[in-house]
């Protein structure tokens, strides 16, 4: 593209934002956040943004291969980079979700190494909770993470993980809409508990349901909605047979837009995650006025501050779990306290409270000294070498 055609493009005096994230859907803490930013950017006056989801789409009639695995991650992959190449050159700043793993290697890393060769400004938001072991195992983290001019965090406890690393992190804090999150008052709270993490052995919905089973023997009409999906769906529904369950629903995967409903049914919200960061669920659950008994894995502690906005246990502890819910079903003004204070912490992660800091990194990373395409290159074999260790972890992760 000539040059003047490219002058055209730009908007005097606008920042050109590309968000590289998941789209809906994938049904995730990482899908809504993106979503829920590139909505409240696109309102911001001098920011044009616009989105390129890691899991695009295929034709109608290609849509079949999909299905299809193994040829799902190749025809995918071609076409998120193909997409890639095409639209990375119209942004100043790509701003780039990530997780962790094989999840990396196949989206940020490339997205991160395109935006670099053609000179753009990147700025990784990396969200996994399984970071530390990420970043200690895998041979072309760091490497891939120190091309991104910067790197944002959703929690303290991230900043802290890529400190020990060498790596600056800044912590932006994950954006909850009260305006979707009503607020209802429960008092006294009724034993209707929550569940919504994924069905995924890091997040031990088992224990959920281990933790349920000793409820009901003291509280025999309780009842327990497990909303979300994954590998553990069938071993889950097992379980809960054989631990001979009564009153538990599992509704099936929720979409974001439905959340809310499920919130105003119950007035307990439940987690055992053993690998976290800072859940957005947790937060939907304060802003909706549940009372949140959770582990304390991960970043959690960074939100959930034991006996003042929640109540914490040590991780796959169901039997204590347990009895924290009982003692918030007996305890009506430990209960009420709790959600109060949680309610107010839910402010924080307002759109208006964290705005401020999203505009401002990107105008400083504007004003930074424009670096040449190929400057961060020590030399083609580096690049060289980095693409084709990512290769090889690619290929021993889907062994």
């Given at each position: ?19 590289v994230a998941p789209s809906l859907d994938i049904l995730g803490g990482q ?75 196949l989206a940020p890393a490339p997205a991160i190494v395109i935006a670099r ?131 538990v629903e599992f509704t099936g995967p929720v979409a974001p837009e439905q ?141």
């Amino acid at each position: 593209m000539s040059g003047n055609s490219k002058q055209a493009y730009r908007n005097e005096g606008t920042i050109r934002i590309l968000v590289v994230a998941p789209s809906l859907d994938i049904l995730g803490g990482q899908a809504v956040q993106a979503a829920r930013l590139t909505e409240n950017l696109r309102r911001e006056p001098g920011l044009r943004v616009g989105f390129l989801p890691v899991n695009p789409r295929l034709p109608s009639i290609l849509r079949k291969i999909q299905r299809i695995r193994y040829v799902r991650t190749v025809v995918t992959s071609a076409l998120y980079l193909t997409t890639l190449l095409a639209r990375v050159w119209k942004y100043d700043v790509v701003h780039v979700f990530s997780a962790s793993y094989l999840s990396f290697v196949l989206a940020p890393a490339p997205a991160i190494v395109i935006a670099r060769l053609l000179g753009k400004k990147v700025l990784l938001n990396y969200r996994s909770g399984e970071c530390e072991d990420h970043l200690r195992r895998w041979r072309t983290a760091l490497p891939v993470i120190r091309l991104a001019h910067r790197v944002i965090v959703p929690s303290g406890y991230l900043v802290d993980v890529f400190s020990r690393f060498g790596i600056q992190a800044q912590a932006i804090a994950n954006i909850v809409d009260l305006s979707r999150f009503a607020f209802r008052e429960r008092h006294p709270l009724r034993p209707i508990l929550l569940s919504n993490r994924n069905f995924e052995s890091l997040y031990d919905v088992e224990a959920i349901l281990r933790a349920f089973a000793l409820i009901q023997v003291r509280v025999p009409h309780a009842r327990l909605i497990v909303a979300g999906d994954g590998s553990r769906r069938d071993s889950l529904h097992r379980l809960a047979a054989d631990l001979d369950l009564k009153n538990v629903e599992f509704t099936g995967p929720v979409a974001p837009e439905q959340m809310p409903e499920l919130h105003q049914q119950a007035d307990i919200f439940v987690n055992a995650s053993n690998v976290d960061n800072m859940p957005v669920s947790i937060l939907e659950a304060f802003a909706s006025g549940l009372a949140v008994v959770t582990t304390d894995a991960g970043g959690i502690p960074y939100i959930v501050t034991n006996e003042r906005n929640g109540l914490t246990v040590s991780l796959g502890d169901w039997v204590r779990l347990a009895r924290k819910v009982l003692a918030l079903l007996e305890n009506h003004e430990l209960a009420r306290r709790l959600i109060s204070a949680a309610r107010e912490d839910s402010e924080k992660y307002q759109w208006p409270a964290v705005r401020s800091e999203w505009l401002l990194a990107y105008r400083e990373m504007m004003k930074a000294e424009v670096v040449s395409r190929f400057s961060f290159l020590v030399s083609r074999s580096s690049l060289r070498k980095t693409i084709e260790e990512a290769a090889a972890e690619t290929q021993n992760a889907e062994r």
